[in-house]
């Protein structure tokens, strides 16, 4: 599914400027006292988010917490291999000189060389999070052998038979970190070659893309109804002339790491909160055991079915966007607590499903009769690892198997206090200034940007993706509008959202105070649409992800149709470009026509028209636009990317027994780096 996760900026692009946040539980003393933004290097800020309403918790429930986030950390090392055979080799190297070297700490060289270490920290390797190319460090080899050799006690990583002192170790790392050409991008997607040899990914090794794409079609089985996730948990690789899969589980790939992911579940089953979630624990730590994806099948769908328990976890080999063959799972891992207050706002829109349904613009044979809601709750984030961490997803919508989601259901849930930490950075920033038209639209996005963006998620999520029927005997959209039905389903479903969040209803339900906070998400909307989310890209190049193509094809549809009545004006002051929308009516009526149209493609499964919609308005960049974008975020010195500090759950003990947990907030990214990198240290360098 390339709809499950919702990452900041890219899902909430206006809430990313907007000011603060109605948060109930958030006190205004600890908003004054807690220091969000930590530290900032490169291209990403390091943030901090808080744990509203901890200290109510019960032992039982705080205890579930601890042994759910030791669970999470101890498979921390697992993504660092996947993401690249080699990154525990390098991060051990890094950690070592960090920790330990005895020259001078200060310099041009020194800082390019904590940027880099920071930079892997964050991308969990060598490779940039986000596009997927080989970090280039600011150093070069020369130097790096003397942070080595000056670092005695660096206690650094050897390779039987391969590395045995720190010589053979440069010998082995220079060519990793320094040569351009070694493991140039960890997920090649480029058409016309070959995806496994071409990404630098650990999940495959020594094969072709052919060979797996044989090996899996024959394992699979003609017209199962509940088909596995083929591959989900394994490296393939070649053994005697024959691919074979090496299954991450307790005895197998990783069975280090796992036999201590399973040791703290199974903590964790003791202080269950009731059967349905105990039941789900057990099927988890019983996968893990097994490596048997029917046992992890048979987990989601008791996962599902745990709607009632206050405390929640994702925990798994889950998100497959690593592997270019959307088949491997990265781990990762997010431990919550329902947030009751914010789930009431979502409930009051699920509810009413059926009158959104019955009042969309959409033509009345693409409507559902009987239109359902999907369950979505908005969770206070604990802990997060793996692929979640340090940057994290705002949305996750789970489990991946269509089948599962079909016949046993969902759960989408939104990451408040992440999006609060998100927000109350952004409201100081300066990035609303320096893009936004005048004073009005400035005051409208302090005051109602954050509520609009939260709003908007629950609409595109809850509403947005269940509206709407195919015609009878049309396939599926991803046979019908193939490459193009990812981009298609965003729009479509950020369409239902724009066209509601100016809605009379929404005051009504009491979700929101007034249509202002519609108006501040139009205003959001368009500047992101059709500028701000350009400052990801590089020169020259054009938009890939489907996210950031379907919120340019939805605001320069509507820019253009709107040209003649100037519904959406451009806008040049003192060499600065603005869009400024003048009828914020006129431009519903817009979105409600586009979102009419993409039903259609969707219900119908027009290729050429879906096709023609993307290409047209969703991928090509006005570049001298981007420069722009580029050059007005240096000046403010804003970051595209950000990432957590994790918070750290503290057990206190009297002898034996678990008296109570507290909570800290780690400041020191540095520091928490270097503590996660020893603490859960499971797994030998090479795996
Ligand atoms: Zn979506």
Do not use: C
């Not at 940039?128 to 080989?134: D, E, V, W």
């Not at 082995?172 to 090649?188: E, S």
């Not at 090794?205 to 394992?219: I, L, S």
């Not at 607590?337 to 009051?348: G, L, P």
């Amino acid at each position: 599914m390339s709809t499950n996760r919702l990452m900041m900026g890219l899902a909430l692009g206006s809430s990313l400027l907007f000011g603060p946040h109605a948060q109930a539980q958030q006190t205004e003393t600890t908003k004054m006292e807690f220091k969000v933004l930590a530290d900032e290097f490169a291209d990403i800020q390091v943030l901090r988010y808080q744990i509203p309403g901890f200290d109510l918790l019960t032992l039982q429930q705080k205890e579930l917490l601890y042994y759910l986030s030791e669970a999470a950390a101890a498979g921390r090392d697992i993504i660092w291999d996947q993401n690249y055979k080699y990154n525990l080799l390098v991060r051990k190297t890094l950690e070592g000189i960090v920790a330990n070297y005895e020259g001078e700490r200060s310099g041009a060289n020194w800082d390019a060389f904590m940027e880099y270490a920071k930079r892997v920290w964050f991308s969990n390797g060598i490779h940039h999070h986000y596009s997927m190319r080989k970090l280039q460090p600011g150093f070069d080899a020369r130097y790096f052998a003397t942070l080595v050799n000056g670092s005695p006690k660096g206690n650094f990583p050897r390779i039987a038979g391969k590395i045995k002192n720190n010589k053979q170790l440069l010998a082995f790392l220079n060519p990793i970190l320094f040569d351009p050409n070694v493991a140039a991008k960890r997920v090649n997607q480029d058409a016309g070659v070959d995806l496994i040899t071409t990404s630098a990914n650990n999940f495959y090794e020594g094969v072709t893309q052919a060979e797996v794409e044989a090996f899996y079609a024959k394992q699979k089985v003609k017209d199962d109804p509940t088909p596995i996730w083929y591959g989900l948990n394994s490296k393939v690789v070649k053994e005697n002339g024959k691919l074979v899969e090496k299954t991450w589980k307790a005895g197998g790939m990783y069975g280090a790491a796992i036999d201590k992911i399973v040791y703290w579940l199974e903590k964790a089953v003791s202080v269950a909160e009731n059967d349905k979630q105990k039941t789900a624990l057990e099927l988890l730590v019983k996968y893990y055991k097994s490596g048997d994806l029917r046992d992890w099948d048979a987990y989601n769908i008791a996962w599902v079915a745990d709607t009632e328990s206050m405390i929640d976890v994702v925990n798994g080999f889950i998100e497959v966007y690593g592997d270019p063959l959307g088949m491997k799972a990265s781990y990762e891992s997010v431990v919550s607590v329902r947030d009751m207050v914010a789930t009431r706002r979502i409930k009051a829109i699920g509810d009413e499903a059926q009158w959104f349904e019955d009042n969309s613009p959409i033509l009345p044979e693409h409507k559902k009769k009987e239109v359902k809601g999907i369950s979505a709750k908005v969770i206070t984030v604990v802990q997060e690892s793996g692929d979640a961490a340090p940057a994290t997803p705002i949305g996750i919508n789970l489990p991946n198997a269509d089948w599962i989601r079909k016949d046993h259901g969902s759960k989408s849930v939104s990451l408040g206090n992440i999006v609060y930490a998100y927000n109350e950075v952004a409201s100081k920033g300066s990035a609303i200034e320096e893009f936004a038209w005048d004073q009005t639209q400035i005051d409208r996005s302090r005051q109602y940007g954050a509520l609009a963006g939260d709003l908007h998620t629950d609409l595109h999520e809850v509403i947005g993706h269940a509206s709407g029927q195919l015609n009878p005997g049309i396939g599926t959209p991803k046979e019908t509008l193939k490459q193009y039905a990812s981009t298609l389903e965003e729009a479509r479903a950020d369409l239902v959202a724009l066209y509601f969040i100016l809605d009379p209803k929404m005051v009504e339900l009491g979700v929101m105070p007034s249509l202002e906070v519609g108006k501040a998400e139009y205003d959001g909307y368009i500047r992101n649409g059709l500028m701000l989310q350009l400052r990801r890209l590089e020169e020259g190049d054009n938009l890939e992800e489907s996210h950031m193509r379907n919120r340019q094809l939805n605001a320069g549809w509507a820019y253009e149709k709107g040209l003649a009545n100037k519904v959406i004006e451009k806008k040049v002051r003192d060499g600065k470009t603005y869009f400024v929308i003048n009828d914020y009516e006129a431009l519903r009526e817009l979105f409600g026509q586009l979102l009419r149209e993409i039903q259609r493609i969707k219900s119908e499964g027009d290729f050429a028209a879906g096709a023609a919609l993307v290409e047209n308005y969703g991928v090509k960049v006005d570049q001298a636009l981007l420069k722009e974008v580029k050059a007005r975020y240096a000046k403010i010195g804003s970051k595209p990317y950000s990432g957590f500090i994790q918070p750290k759950l503290v057990p206190v003990y009297e002898g034996e027994k678990l008296v109570d947990v507290k909570v800290e907030y780690p400041d020191n990214f540095t520091e928490q780096m270097l503590e996660f990198g020893k603490k859960n240290a499971h797994l030998p360098v090479v795996n």
